[in-house]
Each structure stands twice: as C-alpha cells, then as structure tokens.
C-alpha cells in the first residue's frame, strides 16, 4: 500500500489547548506522526512518498470543500494574529469570543481576533505560524492518495497532519483546520466515482466531514464514535442525524457509550459497513483515528491492539478501493503500531 | 436619587480571561463598584440601600427574560463544575468548545464543559463559585430600581455588579450573566408602563439587551457604541439591525468609530433621545457603562470626566421616569467619578 505522508507537518506545532479553563500542553503533536512513519518503516508495509501537488490544483481542490473566505482567513492568519500585536509571534493564536447563536456570521469583522472566533469552534486547536502551510500539504497527501486509488491502487494511506475531520466548509477545531478525508471523498467523484462513502472510525464524531456533504446525494458519511451527549464535539453526533434535502438519508451515525469495547465497537463496524454496500459505494475513504485505543489519553474506548488487524480485515471485505486518512490517536507510543495494524489487517 | 447597590458583589471575582491566546487576569473587578459606592456617598447624592427581595418574586422575574434551562444551567453550574473535576475548586470555568453554526443548540450535553460552551459566547466570563448569587443579587438591585420608579420615584440607580448587558435570555459573556437592565425594563412593563425605552451608552453594544427584546413592540432597545466591525462583541451591533417581527423599528444601533470624541458621542445620544421620544416612552431605563471614558484600558471613545455631566443632563432632558443600570467601565481609579457625575447631571 503506498503512503503519502506530509513532509512538513512538524511546522504545525501547537504550545497549548483550553482544557477546563486552564491552558494545557497540547495532545495532538508531530511525534504522532513520527511514530506511524517509523511503524510503516519498520514492517516496510509499501512506498513511503511525498506528495507531488501542484500549487493551483491544490487550491482548486480545496476551494471545493471549503469556503472562500476560510481559506482566505486561513492562508493570512499568522501575519493577520502578527499585525494585532507584534509579541503574538510568541504565542498561539486562539480564540476568545464566537458568534452565539443568533448572532451574525455573514459578515466577516476586521479584528483579527473576532475571525479567529468566527471560523472557530473551540480553543484547543491553535493555530501557530506554520498551521496553513502544514494543512496544505496534508490535505495534498489526502489528495494525491485517492488519486493513486482513483488510477487503479486497491488502496493508499494518506499520513496527513494535522488530522481533519473536525473541519467543516468554514470552521475549524478539534486539532483540524482542512477536511482531509472530504478532499479525499470529493476526489475520488471527481476521478469519476459517482458514489463514494466515507467512513469515520475516529473516537470523535467527524462533524466537519458530515456537515460538508450533509445535503448530498453523492457521499455518505458514517461515523461510529463516542456518543456526543458525554464526548467531543458535543453539539452533533446523534444518531437523528440522518441527512437533509437531497442528502436525507446519505448520513449515518453510530454514536457508542464511553467504555465500549470491541466486540460491541465490531458491531458498530459492521452496520457501518452494511450502509456503505446498500449506499451501493464504488469508493470508500476511512477517516482512521486510533483513539478508539485503551490507552488513549482523551478518549473512553477500549479496544487492544490487536483488534486493529480485525478492524483492517473488516474494511477489506467491502471490497473497495479504499483511502485511509490518518486522523486521531494520542497514547503516543502506540498510535504507530495501531494505525499500521488497520493497514496490515486490510492487507497491502 | 436612591441607590440600590449589591451587597454579594464580591462573591463575583473572576481570576482570569482569555485574551489573544493567553490568560489575563480580569478587568472587571470588584472593586469597579466600590469606587463608585465611595464617590456616591461622598457626595451625598442619595439613599443608599440594598435590595429587599423575595427569592419566589425574584425567580419569577428572571424568568420573565431568561430561558429557564440557563437559569438552571446557572444555579448548578459551581456544583457541576466540581462534579468534572474536585481539582476545579481551585479554577473558574472557562468554556473551551461550543456550537459552531449549523452544530446543535436544541440538546443541553451531559458534560459541563459542554454545557458551559453550550451557553457563554467568550472565554472572557469566568463563572466563580459565587457568579450565581452575586448575579441574583445584582439582579435584585435592577428590578428594585425598577420598582422605586414605577412607586414614583423620579430616578433610582441600581449598583448591580456583575454587570449585565451582554447577557441574552440563554447566553452569558462579556462578563454578564443576568440582564439587569433587561430586567428593570421588564419589571417597569409589568409594574403598567405600556412602552419602555432602553437606551445603552456602554462602550460596547448591548447585544443581549437587543436580543432578549428584538421581537417585541413594547420595549425599544437604543445602543451607541463602538463599531463591532472593529469592537467587542463583534458579531452584532451593526446599524442595519432594527429589530423583527411585532419589534420591526424597535432596535436602534449608533456604532461609531474608534476615537470618537464627546461631540460626536453627543450627537448620537441626541439621535438616540429622538428615538425615545418617538417611540412614546413611558419609562427608560439607561444602561450605564463609563468605559466610554479616554482612559479606559479595553475601549475606545475619548469622553473626559466631565463630559458625564453632560450625559446626564442630557438624559434628564427626556423627561422621563428612569432606572440607570451600572455596566461597564474598567479605568478603576475614574469609574466613580464619572458615574457619579452622569447621575449628578441628571439631578438627584
């Protein structure tokens, strides 16, 4: 299986996060990363590349996933965050204050700071001076892997981060400020897929990634999670959740109680996969976060290790050309060994 | 005048704010209101009282403007906070993700966290083990003042902290959590005041003053303030907003830019005077934040301290029954002075 992985991903590296009114290292770091490419290094699992984009293409595709305006925000964030003060250069940006509801978000405000509340959602994902360049090449990664798929490959791994399935049209959060796997999944119907599902076994529910399609006939999403009552992101996730106008139906969300384990977990899997076949798919796209894991640090899950084999051979039997997209996963050490597990079990 | 001032107050004292990206600590303090309590009765300009209030009367007023799930949310907040974490004894709660738009407001989380997002629109809002009561009781200053007018008094002041403008019927920010003058407003309709005016001369826009009342004919909201294109909150305030529905025409917004001087300042209040006028007032209750003071430390507007006669007399000039509701106003050593000298321009 080959794998795109980001070469500059460490230059988004957050300081802090807003956790319980108080700011804590972040969870989401480059070791992450590092310790998946070690892992698919180790078991030489396939080739290991970088993505090969061009500039314009790159902006093409983003700019059909995502708002004008956020792209824009995103593209002069870091200078924007500079000009309201110079000693922000030491700091990370995050955001203080967000539109309630009923207020406007059709207008955009000059101050840098009320954007950065605008387009966001929480104050756990900052953005630093390298984000927009390191979300750019990640998404490339997603890119360039459904192309791969798109030209005739059983399957690619997209090692793209920061992860993205948090991020929606205009909004970021969660870690994510590019829909990786929504780039993917469009991708892939624009190579000619009429229909393609995107599968979402991240902890977290992939609300950015069911907002983008939500009225769309064309993708379905599923997602099988932590139920959002009790886990991030909270404001969606449930299981009424099914799609609106031409979408209706084309969503599916599998929210499981804290302290699930696998075999309940397996369950889920499989009528997440039932929907994919009936959804009548030609392509399949896997927002793969391993926070699912025991030992994750964020997370309330408890599946082993070597359940990441079975998840990986429970995907191949829906037989489809299929994109793994590297989202979530914070017990460091294991976050490598996990995610090559998924890919191993799918098989190369 | 009588002053009913909050006697809990100090119960309300937040240790620290998000400001671009790192925690600051607080600028409305407790000792706002005890500079302006010093300079009342060194002058001698009335009365001054705390509010005699019973808990089912007061409960049912603020029912009248806040959603009962946020009064709640607000009752168990302190306990549910400690309930996330005992360690929290020692923080205030700050919220770290919400809705973004398009998310879910209809489903109150399981998790505080959530719940705190759910309901604040800044992270600048610490609630505190004592924001609940110390609100309630600044909320019992307002419909006080509320009631001293409509017995007949000419004027009354309530010295409610924490202040309450920004506050909607289900939000709380900008460092309100009950709408005091939202309140004075009300109890002056229900005590047979057919129309009630709210005029706001706060730096920043009563944007939870606005909201609670937006639909409604009988109460006209008037705020003059800073621009939110570049201002605090931000999202709302803009001039373009003159209210919905039965309220169509009942809102008034006179943002300015930043730097505007009093004579400017004035002739917006004259514009928003005109508009009390013409809606037929019966009774007006004045949102009165001083932050509009050249030394203010977070606003921008370069009124001097004795500009406050002025306004003073220049409200008085509407001939009508009225409540001032204390808000902003961070220069701390000026704050009394100047409050002082709008109610002293306005004659005892």
Chains 1, 2 share one sequence.
Do not use: K
């Not at 070469?7 to 009114?21: I, K, N, S, T, V």
């Not at 993205?164 to 970021?172: E, R, V």
């Not at 977290?204 to 769309?216: D, E, K, L, P």
């Not at 599946?303 to 590297?326: I, K, N």
């Amino acid at each position: 299986m080959l794998t795109l992985r980001n070469p500059h991903h460490h230059l988004h590296q957050g300081r802090h996060e807003m956790f319980r009114g108080r700011l804590v290292p972040c969870h989401e770091t480059p070791q992450r990363l590092d310790h998946v490419l070690a892992e698919l290094t180790r078991r030489a699992l396939g080739p290991i590349r970088t993505p090969d984009t061009d500039a314009a293409a790159l902006d093409a595709a983003l700019a059909q996933v995502h708002e004008p305006r956020y792209l824009q925000f995103l593209e002069h964030a870091w200078s924007d965050w500079l000009a309201l003060d110079p000693a922000n250069a030491g700091r990370d940006a995050l955001p203080s204050v967000w539109p309630a509801p009923g207020m406007r978000s059709d207008l955009l405000p000059e101050n840098f700071a009320a954007r950065l509340g605008l387009f966001a959602f929480d104050a756990g994902t900052p953005l630093t001076a390298g984000s927009w360049f390191a979300a750019r090449a990640g998404a490339a990664c997603a890119i360039g892997a459904a192309h791969a798929v798109a030209g005739g490959d059983r399957s690619a791994f997209a090692l793209s981060r920061p992860p993205g399935h948090h991020a929606g049209a205009g909004f970021f959060g969660g870690y994510c400020f590019l829909n990786n796997a929504a780039l993917a999944a469009q991708a892939l119907r624009d190579a000619g897929a009429a229909r393609v599902a995107v599968l979402d076994v991240d902890y977290h529910h992939g609300n950015g990634t069911q907002s983008i399609f939500y009225a769309r006939a064309d993708v379905l999403t599923v997602s099988i999670h932590g139920d959002p009552r009790t886990e991030y992101p909270f404001f969606i996730g449930h299981a009424d959740e099914r799609g609106a106008g031409a979408g209706a139906g084309s969503n599916l969300n599998l929210p499981l109680a804290r302290g699930t384990g696998f075999e309940r977990w397996r369950e889920a899997l499989r009528s997440g996969l039932d929907a994919v076949r009936l959804f009548g798919a030609q392509a399949l796209v896997v927002a793969l976060g391993v926070d699912t894991f025991e030992g994750d640090p964020i997370s309330g899950f408890r599946l082993r290790s070597a359940d990441y084999l079975q998840v990986g051979q429970d995907l191949a039997s829906a037989s489809l050309p299929t994109v793994f997209v590297f989202e979530g996963g914070y017990a460091v050490d294991a976050v490598g060994i996990n995610t090559v597990n998924v890919l191993e079990g799918f098989g190369a």
